[in-house]
């Protein structure tokens, strides 16, 4: 009986455990990118860890890019120049705040997309998800004010509206009729191309050029922009592929919505973030109210 029940175990948790690490590798890498780039590199940091990902994704996808229709690559391109916001607004954000806030803010995009997408529809949420809305942004006001009556901080408001543009993007990659049935990495490759695209026009106006931030960069963070490039963005990209086909999305969903766990954790223990009381709480609060929010969504398995 014990070789039985545990026999089943085995393949699940070499299933889940990718997907753990990914939750974990982005959890972590809001503290990354405080360690890279500084208010005046952002924009030459997001183009060199992107440029260091396309050729690689390129060479993987080059025969099924070349079956793309005009409608796809501009359907692509769309969703690519509101990948680039998203990146913009989140990497700005989390140079100017800790790497705890700007986990457990950027989480709210698990609430934000079912309203957004509820308020499309004309439908009412259930009670139980609406509820877990309101805990999740009671969190965030307590974590974002330091457990006071203060303000957000510029980062903060930045990483919010990075998640706006993250719902934004969700539903438009789910509701735009070009896209429908492109294949994944095709359709990946060039969001990524001309969400570097954007970065690279903007590059120009917004500090030193890419070439120069390269050069001034030693080997530690040169190593932690490697670490963006193959373990956050490439390494989890090929991890999401796979477990679409290899588990359930519910368990996808599950296993990913830990990002925000990770990042807090990352936060106290790595970067020293040290919360009061109350904005602990807070932090408590968006992490309850997130993934009871993501279990109660319209559409989500045992949804009410």
């Known amino acids: 009986m014990a070789v039985v029940s545990i026999e089943p175990v085995r393949p699940r948790f070499a299933r889940d455990l990718p997907l753990v690490a990914v939750a974990v590798?982005?959890?972590?890498?809001?503290?990354?990118?405080?360690?890279?780039?500084?208010?005046?590199?952002?924009?030459?940091?997001?183009?060199?860890?992107?440029?260091?990902?396309?050729?690689?994704?390129g060479a993987?996808?080059?025969?099924?890019?070349?079956?793309?229709?005009?409608?796809?690559?501009?359907?692509?391109?769309?969703?690519?120049?509101?990948?680039?916001?998203?990146?913009?607004?989140?990497?700005y954000g989390a140079v100017h705040t800790s790497a705890?806030?700007?986990?457990?803010?950027?989480?709210?995009?698990?609430?934000?997309?079912?309203?957004?997408?509820?308020?499309?529809?004309?439908?009412?949420?259930?009670?139980?998800?609406l509820a877990a809305a309101a805990l999740s942004v009671l969190g965030v006001a307590l974590l974002t004010g330091d457990g006071g009556l203060r303000a957000p901080s510029a980062g903060d408001l930045l990483v919010l509206g990075a998640a706006g543009a993250r719902t934004v993007n969700v539903l438009a990659t789910a509701r735009l009729r070009a896209v429908r049935g492109v294949d994944a990495l095709a359709l990946t490759w060039v969001q990524l191309a001309f969400a570097t695209a954007v970065f690279v026009l903007a590059s120009p106006f917004a500090g030193p050029s890419p070439l120069s931030v390269a050069g001034s960069l030693d080997a530690a963070r040169w190593g932690l922009l490697l670490y963006l490039s193959l373990l956050c963005t490439l390494f989890a990209f090929f991890v999401q592929l796979w477990a679409v086909r290899a588990t359930s999305p519910s368990r996808v969903s599950l296993l990913l919505g830990t990002e925000?766990?990770?990042a807090a954790l990352c936060g106290v223990l790595l970067a020293g973030d040290r919360p009061g009381p109350l904005a602990l709480l807070g932090a408590v609060a968006v992490l309850v109210g997130t993934e009871w929010g993501r279990r109660r969504a319209p559409g989500a398995p045992g949804s009410l």
Do not use: C, D, H, Y
């Not at 809001?30 to 050729?55: D, I, M, N, S, Y």
């Not at 986990?103 to 499309?120: C, H, Q, R």
């Open 25 to 57: 590798v982005w959890g972590s890498s809001f503290l990354v990118v405080k360690r890279v780039a500084g208010p005046e590199t952002v924009v030459a940091v997001l183009v060199l860890r992107f440029g260091l990902v396309l050729p690689v994704l």
């Open 60 to 91: 993987v996808a080059w025969r099924r890019l070349r079956g793309l229709s005009a409608a796809q690559w501009a359907g692509g391109a769309l969703l690519g120049v509101v990948l680039g916001a998203v990146f913009l607004l989140e990497t």
């Open 100 to 129: 705890t806030n700007a986990g457990l803010v950027i989480s709210l995009t698990m609430v934000f997309t079912p309203l957004a997408e509820a308020a499309l529809r004309r439908s009412a949420p259930s009670g139980a998800f």
């Open 260 to 262: 925000p766990l990770w």
